[in-house]
Nanobody, 123 residues
Framework: QLNLVESGGGLVQPGESLRLSCTSL????????IGWFRQVPGKEREGVSY???????EYADSVKGRFTISRDDSKNMVYLQMNSLKPEDTAIYYC?????????????????WGQGTQVTVSS
């Protein structure tokens, strides 16, 4: 368990931006592929994006062109910059870790989930 911790969620209006952060207080993330997932109550957790330790990235079609994932290994952080937010982006956002260099953007490929951070997009 990497004890991942997410932060940066909040309440914003449609079209606004948020930046989520993911870190581990006890472990270095440098060796791991880190993914962002989101979940709405009553629905399955879905993949949003991931980044591996080579900087390769993958995005869900629903967020391509609006979200950008990045990592700063010197700070042990992975970020998800979310622009042009829509009401349908409202969810609890989780980060997870994978040992796969080229992971599938699927829940089964990731683990060590954090507690999540709530993102609400509403006017």
């Amino acid at each position: 368990q990497l004890n991942l911790v997410e932060s940066g969620g909040g309440l914003v209006q449609p079209g606004e931006s948020l930046r989520l952060s993911c870190t581990s207080l006890a472990f270095t993330l440098q060796s791991y592929t880190i993914g962002w997932f989101r979940q709405v109550p009553g629905k399955e957790r879905e993949g949003v994006s991931y980044i591996n330790n080579s900087g390769d990235t993958e995005y869900a079609d629903s967020v391509k062109g609006r979200f950008t994932i990045s990592r700063d290994d010197s700070k042990n952080m992975v970020y998800l910059q979310m622009n042009s937010l829509k009401p349908e982006d409202t969810a609890i956002y989780y980060c997870g870790a994978s040992t796969f260099h080229y992971a599938l953007l699927r829940v089964a490929s990731f683990g060590s989930w954090g507690q999540g951070t709530q993102v609400t997009v509403s006017s």
